[in-house]
């Protein structure tokens, strides 16, 4: 099966830009985790969609992030305005039960400058 | 609260040598413990989990990890390092009813032929 795809790999954007991640997750994954790492941090929870809703959105850090899955399966991230410390790798995991047997994508490098 | 430390940023060891990258965590709660490893330009791919069985686990690839609840550790082992095994490694806790995973800042293992 395919697994979870994020676009674009790396982007590199200036101070007050806007950016939007998307990814595609497992098909059939009702469950979509959008975590981030920030530079020499750990990896973060930011939120979790069960299909198109917002289950849990406690570890969005302000509300220039906005996350939307349209129609329950693939999401954006969108950055707006971009500030130099949203710089990171932003990772979309998928699961099909909640909080169990996440798989990965391979994250977006964000580069703020 | 919960946290993970990870003791070492970096590891080096011999290929053909044994693997050691350590693991504390704190939970309030039983939690589900695990070993991600991320390999340059790919995704976080799941080595082992802990969920309250057997408390030596064996992963993918030869690592195994044991969970101590008396040291709140979870070490990850391996008995002779080959050079596919570079990488960054993440240890990773759940706590019972979280939302979310809870990330050490990883370990990045290099292996010398």
């Known amino acids: 099966e395919a697994g979870v795809t994020q676009f674009p790999s790396h982007s590199v954007i200036e101070k007050g830009q806007t950016v939007t991640l998307r990814c595609d997750p497992i098909?059939?994954?009702?469950?979509l985790y959008w975590y981030r790492r920030v530079m020499g941090k750990e990896i973060k929870f930011l939120l979790h969609f069960v299909k198109e809703s917002k289950q849990d959105e406690s570890g969005m850090p302000n509300n220039r992030f906005l996350a939307e899955r349209t129609g329950g399966t693939y999401s954006t991230l969108k950055v707006q305005p971009a500030e130099l410390e949203d710089s990171g790798v932003y990772f979309c995991?998928?699961?099909?039960?909640?909080?169990?047997?996440?798989?990965f994508g391979s994250g977006t490098r964000l580069t703020v400058v | 609260a919960q946290s993970v430390t990870q003791l070492d940023s970096h590891v080096s060891v011999s290929e053909g040598t044994p693997v050691l990258l350590r693991c504390n965590y704190s939970?309030?709660?039983?939690?589900?413990l695990f070993w991600y490893v991320q390999h340059p330009n790919k995704g976080l791919q799941l080595l082992l989990k802990?969920?309250?069985?057997?408390?030596l686990v064996k992963g993918i690839n030869g690592f195994e990890a044991e969970f101590k609840k008396s040291e709140t550790s979870f070490h990850l082992t391996k008995p002779s390092a080959h050079m596919s095994d570079a990488a960054e490694y993440f240890c990773v806790v759940n706590p019972t009813g979280a939302n979310n995973l809870f990330f050490g800042t990883g370990t990045r293992l290099t292996v010398i032929p």
């Open positions: 802990y969920t309250s069985a057997a408390t």
């Open positions: 098909s059939g994954h009702d469950n």
């Open positions: 995991a998928s699961s099909q039960v909640a909080h169990y047997g996440y798989t």
């Open positions: 939970s309030s709660y039983s939690p589900s």
